[in-house]
């Protein structure tokens, strides 16, 4: 499955942004879905990940609470819903796809990645 995300940009802390992920390829179902981030010198790390029903979702500690990944099949897209934004979560958002059922948390189990978008919070 091919991967492209879009919808960063610049927006003030406390504020939201929506990121999507638009997937071509007739399999989307069947992936497991995932966004990570990867701040200036530092590893690229997980955020959220959805499993191919949407019945199971996992999130980083750090944005639990305040980021909502949901996805749609019948679009091939998957969504992060970014709420109460922080500096600190100022990076480069990738998403990610899995073709298992089971969801991961690391870089080394997604074989799909988009080409990222940038998400700037500023102070």
């Known amino acids: 499955v091919q991967l492209q995300a879009f919808g960063g940009g610049l927006v003030q802390a406390g504020g939201s942004l929506r990121l999507s992920c638009a997937a071509s390829?007739?399999?989307?179902?069947?992936?497991?879905m995932g966004w990570f981030r990867q701040a200036p010198g530092k590893e690229r790390e997980f955020v959220a990940a959805?499993?191919?029903?949407?019945?199971?979702?996992y999130y980083a500690d750090s944005v639990k609470g305040r980021f909502t990944i949901s996805r749609d099949n019948a679009k091939t897209t998957v969504y992060l819903q970014m709420n109460s934004l922080e500096p600190e979560d100022t990076a480069v958002y990738y998403c990610?796809?899995?073709?298992?059922?089971?969801?991961?948390?690391?870089?080394?189990?997604?074989?799909?990645w988009g080409q990222g978008t940038l998400v700037t919070v500023s102070s």
């Open positions: 390829g007739r399999t989307f179902s069947s992936y497991t």
């Open positions: 959805m499993n191919w029903s949407g019945s199971k979702t």
């Open positions: 990610a796809g899995r073709r298992s059922i089971y969801i991961g948390t690391t870089v080394d189990l997604y074989d799909s």
